[in-house]
């Protein structure tokens, strides 16, 4: 419900509430106001103002653990954690006094509870990972000159045995196995040598991380190791290659191991991690001293705004009253004098629209019972206008049709003395065409009786096409054979030497005569199947062609019987002209009383439509006014000139 929609005596009565709601309200805010300044003080001067000078004690302890952890980190002495750690408890121990004695941001500080206890607990796994990547560093070293000084003494080794296998003149392919231990052990000594070079550079740089690059180099060792074992005899051999092996494997654990520890001890320099902690501490400082600031700027306003509450109220009361009189008086004097306006101009013929309106009191009800008398003059007053417009167009319509009748039925008149010239015309060449169908019938039972005798020496040639082609099959078949024959007479020859040459050419000769022979059948088939599917068409056509012949000797004989049916169906033809003609004079007669009522209506017409220009309205709402359809009355009549001229046509050349 809104302010029109209320009654007038209801209007008064919120008035008068809303005046003395606005001057209670202001009442409880200055109220509010002092008792907010009150409780404010005391909140700062017990809790907050404590609560910051911990809170820089807590930032200030934790950024000492982090200056000697960063030291721990570069120097490696214990003495530096020893104190990082120090630090660190004193400031859990501010900590947790500050979530006891700040009960309203203890999820803050919980908050930043765990993550000094999650910066302590990395800060221990840091110094124990620092102690491992030593060892680490250690056990790697160790392993990387164990593995080199075996495989160098393998190799040594296997030169000498090369080398007393060539002085010995050895086979080959055991100077070739010698070889291929040598190429694979130097193999595992380049990477024993890359190992050392990569730990130097690792220690030079602290970044275990390149590290990670010589791992998958490690795979040789023991893909080279199981290629030598299968080609090894001797048992300290074995026992060598087994101990390289090992060593390779002891330098991946310890790589593995050293990086893994190496991440956890980085992140002793990694700044976000050290800082974040921190930087929480100082967010909730700076925090502390906003919170503090707006504290004290917020009770000067208070005090500076209660000064000016009770001013304002009395103020604003008194704007009230005054606006809300007059909003009842504009919403009372407004809408009736727009309604008594539209009154004149309705009085005066011209129909204006209306606006909707979505009030519930009397003016609105007034402003509705107006609008629903207009709409229903507006549509009474469009109804009648079409109606009048629809009525003239259509009795000028029947006027003109009622003419074209007229000179329509004079037309027939004259047209039936020449259909009845015609049919008697038509009679005469009804009988000669009867004479004609008779001779054609007669040729066409002599085209029948070739078309077959045609059809039958067809089938003969395709009999005859047929046997020709099994007898090339039959050739095709010896020449086969007889190329068989002379490749097995090449063969015997081939086995006989220099005396049967003269019995190779000829088996040669045969052979050649038999592919040009089944070369020739073969193209005689072709050409025997293409004449048998060309004699096989010419036959179905022939077929079709008896086909149509006999059709068309049964129309011939149909035609004979309907040109007798003609002559007598003329003769009726004949009579029914002369009864049209009597019609078409009777219709000529309507037609002229027709033309004499439109003209009578068409006047009456006039008068309605000359009464009606008494009322107007505004152009912009022509086009949205209801419109009556001016043919749904009148269905019997086309509904445009197309249709009628098409009909004229039509009758016209029915009546030529």
């Keep these: 419900m809104n302010w029109q929609s209320l009654k007038i005596r209801h209007k008064l009565f919120l ?3 809303i005046v003395v709601t606005v001057t209670a309200l202001f009442g409880g805010i200055l109220l509010s106001g ?12 017990n809790n907050h103002i404590p609560a910051l000078s911990q809170t820089y004690d807590l930032q200030n302890h934790w950024q000492k653990a982090i200056f000697n952890l960063r030291t721990f980190s570069t120097q490696k002495k214990e003495q530096y954690y020893v104190m990082a750690n120090h630090h660190l408890n004193k400031a859990r121990e501010i900590l947790d006094s500050l979530k006891v004695e700040s009960e309203q941001k203890k999820s803050k500080w919980e908050f930043i509870d765990r993550e000094l206890a999650h910066f302590q607990k990395q800060a221990r796994n840091s110094f124990s990972a620092a102690l491992q990547v030593e060892t680490s560093y250690s056990k790697l070293d160790s392993a990387q000159k164990r593995l080199h000084e075996l495989s160098d003494n393998y190799l040594s080794l296997q030169y000498k045995k090369l080398k007393r296998d060539i002085d010995n003149g050895e086979a080959n392919h055991i100077v070739k196995r010698r070889v291929d231990k040598i190429n694979l052990m130097n193999e595992i000594v380049r ?10 550079e690792t220690n030079f740089r602290n970044d275990p991380t390149l590290l990670d690059e010589v791992v998958p180099t490690l795979s040789i060792i023991d893909l080279n190791v199981g290629t030598i074992l299968p080609m090894t005899t001797k048992q300290y051999d074995v026992k060598s290659l087994n101990e390289i092996k090992d060593q390779g494997e002891i330098c991946k654990n310890a790589i593995t191991k050293l990086t893994d520890n190496w991440k956890t ?16 501490t100082m967010d909730m400082a700076d925090k502390q001293e906003n919170y503090l600031a707006r504290s004290a700027k917020s009770n000067l306003q208070h005090a500076s705004n209660a000064r000016n ?9 008194m704007l009230t009253a005054i606006f809300i009189a007059w909003r009842i008086s504009r919403s009372l004097s407004d809408p009736i004098i727009n309604l008594t306006a539209l009154a004149e101009q309705q009085a005066d013929g011209l129909l204006i629209e209306i606006p909707e309106t979505t009030r519930n009191d009397e003016v609105g009800k007034l402003t509705r019972s107006m609008k ?4 229903q003059t507006h549509r009474i007053v469009d109804a009648l206008k079409n109606m009048g417009i629809s009525l003239n167009d259509l009795m000028q319509r029947l006027k003109e049709r009622s003419e074209r009748l007229t000179a329509t039925t004079t037309s027939q008149a004259s047209s039936a003395q020449e259909i009845t010239a015609s049919i008697e015309e038509m009679q005469a060449l009804t009988e000669n065409s009867s004479q004609e169908t008779e001779q054609a019938s007669i040729q066409i039972q002599k085209a029948k009786t070739d078309v077959a005798l045609y059809i039958e020496q067809n089938r003969e040639a395709i009999d005859h096409m047929q046997e020709l082609m099994k007898r090339s099959s039959v050739i095709s078949e010896l020449a086969s054979q007889t190329y068989i024959l002379s490749l097995n007479a ?12 003269g019995f190779g050419t000829i088996a040669k000769a045969m052979r050649e005569l038999a592919e040009k022979i089944k070369n020739v059948s073969s193209e005689l088939n072709d050409l025997t199947e293409k004449g048998q599917k060309t004699s096989d068409e010419a036959n179905l056509n022939l ?22 049916q003609q002559n007598a169906e003329t003769r009726q033809v004949a009579s029914a002209i002369q009864e049209l003609n009597l019609e078409t004079q009777r219709t000529a007669q309507m037609a002229e009383a027709m033309s004499g009522e439109a003209t009578r209506m068409n006047s009456h017409s006039d008068e309605l439509q000359e009464i009606l220009t008494f009322y107007r309205k505004e152009e912009k709402e022509e086009d949205s006014l209801p419109k009556v359809n001016q043919w749904e009355w009148a269905e019997l009549l086309p509904n445009d000139e197309e249709k009628d001229t098409a009909a004229i046509l039509k009758e016209e050349e029915i009546s030529g």
Aim: without cysteine.
């Design 15 to 17: 008035g008068f509430g």
């Design 34 to 45: 002092l008792y907010s300044i009150n409780n404010s003080s005391k909140d700062l001067y």
């Design 191 to 200: 990477t024993a040598e890359n190992l050392k070079i990569t730990i130097g």
């Design 265 to 280: 001890y980085s992140k002793l320099n990694n700044h976000d991690f050290l800082e974040r902690g921190l930087s929480l």
């Design 309 to 317: 509450i009770w001013w304002w109220s009395v103020s604003l009361s």
């Design 372 to 375: 629903l008398h207009q709409e």
């Design 490 to 501: 090449s063969v015997e020859a081939s086995r006989g030497g220099d005396e049967s040459k």
């Design 543 to 564: 077929d079709n062609i008896s086909q149509i012949i006999t059709y068309n000797e049964n129309v011939l004989q149909r035609m004979a019987t309907l040109s007798l």
